[in-house]
């Protein structure tokens, strides 16, 4: 077998992504999420740290929705009908994309009450 570039490996990922937001409403749905995000963190001046805190959060929302897709993907190839161990693997896959949002969404409200709280009382 041939070993594979760095370059290569960087694009098919690359391409993994690009599929995913072509193809899984939800992984868009996380990427505007993801924007907004952004765009409040811009204008609440965040600190350094809750930048980190919120790319942290971000990355592990997106990623965690990258792997319920891949396991999908891989459930369904290897058992087009219906079957309960099918079941429990896609669904275990979706639980761990609601357990990262759950936890995304905490970290969120950490960062931004304050901040929008003092945009309100002004």
């Not at 919120?54 to 997106?62: D, R």
């Not at 079941?87 to 960062?111: E, M, N, P, Q, Y």
């Amino acid at each position: 077998m041939k070993k594979r570039t760095w370059r290569a490996v960087f694009f098919s990922a690359a391409e993994g992504i690009a599929d995913t937001f072509r193809t899984e409403r939800n992984f868009r749905i996380h990427v505007l999420i993801t924007c907004i995000i952004i765009i409040a963190g811009i204008l609440c001046h965040v600190s350094a740290v809750d930048w980190m805190l919120l790319t942290l959060a971000i990355g592990m929302v997106l990623g965690a929705e990258l792997m319920n897709t891949g396991v999908e993907a891989a459930v369904d190839l290897c058992s087009p009908d219906w079957h309960p161990f099918a079941k429990k693997a896609k669904d275990a896959a979706a639980g761990a994309v609601l357990i990262s949002s759950i936890v995304a969404i905490v970290i969120g409200l950490i960062v931004f009450v304050e901040p929008f709280l003092s945009w309100f009382t002004r």
